[in-house]
């Protein structure tokens, strides 16, 4: 079994920054892929970003990076807007490299973390 308990969210202006974090504990692995993925109300839940164990990530807004050795994730959002107002979860598949984008490659989800971005 894995948990994943994410930090880090909170209210924020537009414009501000906020760095969410993920750590990995229980039956972990050294090469998995973890990713984020937002849910806004009333809205699917939405891929925000992936990264595997050698560090290959998915480009976008936000950045994404891993530290292995502490099997914790973490997730740089600057510039944010009110449109990224969301419940942020952490998401991990163990033994892969393969980066994956939709909520049901993944097997282990975190309990969310709210971000509020004001206007």
């Known amino acids: 079994q894995v948990q994943l308990v994410e930090s880090g969210g909170g209210l924020v202006q537009a414009g501000g920054s906020l760095r969410l974090s993920c750590a990995a504990s229980g039956r972990t692995f050294s090469r998995n892929v973890m990713a984020w993925f937002r849910q806004a109300p009333g809205k699917e839940r939405e891929f925000v970003a992936a990264v595997n164990w050698s560090g290959a990530s998915t480009k976008g807004r936000f950045t994404i990076s891993m530290d292995n050795a502490k099997n914790t994730v973490y997730l740089q959002m600057n510039s944010l807007k009110p449109e990224d107002t969301a419940v942020y979860y952490c998401?991990?598949?163990?033994?892969?490299?393969?980066?994956?984008?939709?909520?049901?490659?993944?097997?282990?989800w975190g309990q969310g973390t709210q971000v509020t971005v004001s206007s």
């Open positions: 998401a991990a598949v163990l033994n892969s490299q393969r980066i994956r984008i939709t909520p049901r490659e993944y097997d282990y």
